[in-house]
């Protein structure tokens, strides 16, 4: 019932190296992929952008990841905003994966960050990176006082 020996896995050099050697027409394909991805994402972002401000969140500006998996990396302003506003949101969103799934990571950054206490820092803002995998991170800058 013996296998054989184990062949280790492929190292990061070793994949890389892989991809390298793709030829044209693949990589070429790979890069179509790549394009489109980052478009159709680009597309769900910027549809989400009336809702997410009246649920609270003023877009600053955002960049652009290309990388094995491209991302669009957004930088928000919080700013008050009514309950009802917030729910209408929510529901503007519902047909929107990327953009619900925005709403929610910012909707509990938000509720991080009125939890933090940082004595002379304020949020500059918070960031997030619409990919695969939604992260966000709270940008702190110290107060001007």
Do not use: W
Request: charged share 30%; hydrophobic share 40%.
């Amino acid at each position: 019932m013996s296998s054989g020996p184990k062949r280790p896995s492929k190292t990061l050099t070793e994949h890389a190296k892989g991809i390298a050697a793709l030829p044209g027409e693949k990589f070429a394909e790979l890069k179509a992929f790549g394009a489109e991805k980052v478009q159709e994402t680009l597309g769900a972002f910027l549809s989400a952008l009336p809702a997410l401000k009246q649920a609270g969140y003023d877009l600053r500006e955002f960049e652009i990841e290309l990388g094995l998996t491209p991302k669009v990396i957004a930088h928000f302003m919080p700013h008050p905003a009514k309950e009802e506003d917030i729910a209408a949101a929510r529901e503007a969103l519902k047909d929107n994966k990327i953009g619900a799934s925005m709403f929610s990571v910012l909707r509990r950054a938000g509720d991080m960050h009125r939890q933090i206490k940082a004595p002379g820092f304020e949020c500059a803002h918070m960031e997030i990176d619409v990919g695969v995998i939604p992260a966000v991170r709270l940008r702190y800058r110290a107060s001007d006082e």
